[in-house]
């Protein structure tokens, strides 16, 4: 059974920063399309940033929603089977759940196969 598991969420002052890692047992990242989404109380869920394959055509492009450009970076290592966000200047409309999902069609369908629980992300303002 395929696990996918968030870490790195918690508490932090506005402007801080925070780095969520997401690994999965028995799968293979490379082999697919990483992304995170997010969901706050009362709002929809919405994706925040994806990466597509590395190797594949578009060579591990990353996309953005507008609200976290130059703020929010994706990265995956392979050798570690783990992606990571990196939160910097983290702002109060940043806090919410964070899901790390994966799936083959991600980036351009939001399509997902899997995906973990979630981890907290509270921004103090």
């Known amino acids: 059974e395929v696990q996918v598991v968030e870490s790195g969420g918690g508490l932090v002052q506005a402007g801080g920063s925070l780095r969520l890692s997401c690994t999965a047992s028995?799968?293979?990242?490379?082999?697919?399309?990483i992304g995170w989404f997010r969901q706050a109380p009362g709002k929809e869920r919405e994706e925040v940033s994806c990466i597509t394959k590395n190797g594949g055509k578009n060579g591990g492009r990353t996309h953005y929603r507008d609200s976290v450009k130059g703020r929010f970076t994706i990265s995956n290592d392979n050798g570690k089977n783990t992606n990571y966000l990196q939160m910097n200047n983290l702002k109060s409309e940043d806090t919410a759940v964070y899901y790390c999902?994966?799936?083959?069609?991600?980036?351009?369908?939001?399509?997902?196969?899997?995906r973990g629980q979630g981890t907290q992300v509270t921004v103090a303002s």
């Open positions: 999902a994966v799936g083959r069609h991600l980036c351009s369908d939001s399509i997902i196969y899997y």
């Open positions: 028995e799968i293979t990242f490379d082999d697919y399309e």
